[in-house]
C-alpha cells in the first residue's frame, strides 16, 4: 500500500505545473525575471520549481498550497527574506541554507520529520521567524508530534523570534510566558483533582474605596509656597491700586492747564 501511494505521488508530481518564464511573467506583468520582487503561486499545482531560480531579486515568495518536494532552484534566491512553503510535500529543506538573506521560513503541512532535517538552517543568521506547524490550518510536520520539539528548536536556533507564530524572545515575549504559566496553572486548579468544593465568589483584588477619588494632599513646603504666593499677590494688587490713583491725579492736573495753542502773540 506504501509502495502504491508513492508511485501514485510520483506520477502525479510528473504531472504537475512547472514553473516556466512565461508563467512568471503573466502572473507578475514583469518582462525580466530579474525584476520580479514579489510573487505568489499559492495553489497552481506545481510540482516543479523550474527556473524559479532565475529570478535572482526575489525578496517575498508563497508557494503554499501545491506539491513540491524538491527546493532545488531556490538555492539561487540570494535576496529571498520571505518564504511560504505551508502545504507542499518538502521532506529536505537543504537547498535554503544557501538562502542567506532569509528572515521568515513557513513550512507547516509539509513532511519534515526529525531535527536533523533542520540542522542545514542553522547557518542562517538572519531567520527570525520558523513555523511548522499551524493550529489554525490544521497544519504540521511530523516533527510536532514530540512533545519538546519548540524547546529543541529555540537550543538550535538561538537567533528566532517566534516559533509556530509564537514570540519565544524579544518584546513581548516576557509578557506571553506569563500569561501562558497563569493560564497553565488556572488550568490545573479546575483539573479532576482539584476536589469538590463550590466555587468561591470572586474576591476584588483591591479593598473598597481604592479608586475613589481622594482630597489632595498639601504638604509643608507646598502650603508655605501658598502663602507666599498670597502675599506677592496682594503687594501687586496694592501696587496697581496706588499706580491708579497716581494716574488720575497726572490726568486731574494736566485737565486744569491752559491750552497752549489759545495763547495769542
Not at 514579489?38 to 517575498?60: M, P, Q, V, Y
Not at 503554499?64 to 535576496?79: D, M, R, T, V, Y
Not at 520571505?82 to 529536505?92: D, G, H, T, W
Not at 468561591?200 to 498639601?218: H, K, L, M, S, T
Request: charged share 25%; aromatic share 4%.
Amino acid at each position: 500500500m506504501e509502495g502504491r501511494g508513492e508511485e501514485e505521488e510520483e506520477e502525479e508530481a510528473a504531472a504537475g505545473v512547472r514553473i516556466t518564464p512565461e508563467l512568471l511573467k503573466a502572473s507578475t506583468g514583469e518582462f525580466a525575471l530579474e525584476s520580479i520582487l514579489l510573487l505568489r503561486l499559492r495553489g497552481r499545482g506545481i510540482a516543479h520549481l523550474g527556473c524559479l531560480g532565475d529570478c535572482a531579486n526575489l525578496e517575498w515568495l508563497d508557494l503554499s498550497g501545491n506539491a513540491i518536494a524538491q527546493l532545488g532552484p531556490l538555492a539561487a534566491l540570494k535576496s529571498l527574506a520571505v518564504l511560504n512553503l505551508s502545504r507542499n510535500r518538502v521532506a529536505s529543506l537543504e537547498p535554503l541554507g544557501s538562502c542567506q538573506n532569509l528572515q521568515s521560513l513557513n513550512v507547516a503541512g509539509n513532511r519534515v520529520s526529525s531535527l536533523r532535517q533542520l540542522r542545514c538552517l542553522t547557518g542562517l543568521r538572519r531567520l527570525e521567524s520558523l513555523r511548522l506547524r499551524d493550529p489554525l490550518a490544521r497544519l504540521a510536520n511530523p516533527l510536532c508530534a514530540a512533545p519538546a520539539y519548540r524547546a529543541a528548536l529555540a537550543d538550535m536556533f538561538p537567533g528566532l523570534k517566534a516559533i509556530d507564530g509564537e514570540r519565544v524572545s524579544g518584546r513581548g515575549s516576557e509578557l506571553y510566558q506569563l500569561c501562558r504559566d497563569l493560564d497553565g496553572s488556572l488550568g490545573r486548579g479546575a483539573g479532576p483533582d482539584a476536589g469538590t468544593e463550590p466555587p468561591r465568589a470572586a474576591q476584588p483584588w483591591v479593598e473598597a474605596g481604592f479608586w475613589e477619588p481622594r482630597p489632595p494632599r498639601r504638604g509643608s513646603v507646598v502650603e508655605e509656597a501658598y502663602k507666599q504666593f498670597g502675599e506677592v499677590l496682594r503687594e501687586c494688587r496694592e501696587l496697581s491700586r496706588r499706580a491708579d490713583d497716581t494716574i488720575a491725579q497726572a490726568e486731574r492736573a494736566l485737565s486744569g492747564r491752559p491750552d497752549p495753542s489759545s495763547y495769542v502773540f
